[in-house]
């Protein structure tokens, strides 16, 4: 399972991903945007999408299922950290083949892209920076980011604060615990906003 894991995230390229699994499945990704190190400009957002690159990243830390399963929070979940809704029409131990995977994906994605550009409103952002929000709000949810939960991110966003934003991409906790691997995800998040960096932090660790 972890050899599958890291070819389907191995896989991801500047055009898509191909799912490197037993079948002969190459479901793409529909992504166009630009890549983070092709963009040197800060820009509006209402436009950006993930980069191939963010999903590479996503991809390594939630691993990739096909079976559906409880996460530590006990939720129902499968694919690439989809949890699954009734809309679905999945139940526990279900299996999903790569296409529905990659379908899932892009459609939490888009909800991310959208929640990130409605957060940040007219504050223009580097790619990688757009992509470390979206992988928060992919991570925690669209409540955890509301002005009401995460005061400090809003008002930094509305200063225009960049470096206080990413003081504030940091979420450790899991089921009410703390998680080793949020913490690892929370550094690279950081590296990603700040430095443009998507390396795996273990890998340097």
């Not at 890549?35 to 990739?64: C, F, N, P, Y």
């Not at 996460?71 to 131990?93: F, Q, R």
């Not at 990130?116 to 980011?145: I, M």
């Not at 966003?157 to 960049?162: K, L, P, T, Y």
């Amino acid at each position: 399972m972890r050899k599958r894991k890291i070819a389907l995230a191995m896989s991801v390229s500047a055009a898509g991903i191909q799912a490197a699994a037993s079948g002969a499945v190459e479901p793409q990704f529909s992504s166009s945007a630009p890549q983070a190190w092709m963009i040197e400009t800060r820009t509006q957002t209402d436009s950006m999408r993930a980069s191939a690159e963010l999903k590479r990243a996503m991809m390594e830390e939630e691993g990739v299922r096909h079976d559906v399963y409880r996460d530590v929070a006990g939720n129902l979940t499968v694919g690439v950290g989809h949890l699954v809704t009734a809309s679905d029409g999945l139940s526990l131990g279900d299996t999903i083949s790569d296409e529905r995977v990659m379908e899932l994906l892009e459609a939490d994605l888009e909800h991310a892209e959208k929640t990130v550009s409605d957060l940040v409103g007219d504050l223009p952002l580097f790619q990688h920076e757009f992509d470390a929000l979206v992988d928060l709000v992919f991570n925690v949810g669209q409540g955890s980011v509301s002005q009401e939960r995460s005061p400090k991110l809003n008002e930094a966003i509305s200063a225009g604060d960049h470096q206080s934003i990413a003081d504030e991409l940091h979420y450790h906790s899991a089921g009410g615990a703390t998680a080793k691997g949020l913490i690892y995800r929370s550094e690279r998040r950081a590296n990603i906003f700040l430095n443009g960096s998507y390396e795996d932090p273990r890998m340097t660790a």
